[in-house]
């Protein structure tokens, strides 16, 4: 069982920039590969972020490209979100979650989801 709590999020101005930091129990953290979501309200949860269990590989949505960094400490069991640039459409609740799968875009293939973090980007 891996267990996931978020940090980090908060009110910032457009261009402004805020850290989400994700942190796990469990020991097969270093096995897991680790997920960024968001979900606005009255829309779908996205895809936004991920990271391979090694750190060797990334993924982003075009959305997000250029301005949000992931990236892990296997030492500490967390997954960082660096979010650069923001925009009032980044307004979202933004969950961490973790997969055994390769798939790390499909929403479906994650097991472990966090409560979530309200980030609110004002114009």
């Known amino acids: 069982q891996v267990q996931l709590v978020e940090s980090g999020g908060g009110l910032v101005q457009a261009g402004g920039s805020l850290r989400l930091s994700c942190a796990a129990s469990g020991r097969t953290f270093s096995s897991l590969a680790m997920g960024w979501f968001r979900q606005a309200p009255g829309k779908e949860r996205e895809f936004v972020s991920a990271i391979s269990w090694s750190g060797g590989s990334t993924y982003y949505a075009d959305s997000v490209k250029g301005r949000f960094t992931i990236s892990r400490d296997n030492a500490k069991n967390t997954v960082y979100l660096q979010m650069n640039s923001l925009k009032p459409e980044d307004t979202a609740v933004y969950y961490c979650?973790?997969?055994?799968?390769?798939?790390?875009?499909?929403?479906?293939?994650?097991?472990?989801w966090g409560q979530g973090t309200q980030v609110t980007v004002s114009s």
């Open positions: 979650a973790a997969t055994y799968s390769d798939y790390v875009r499909a929403i479906n293939e994650y097991d472990y």
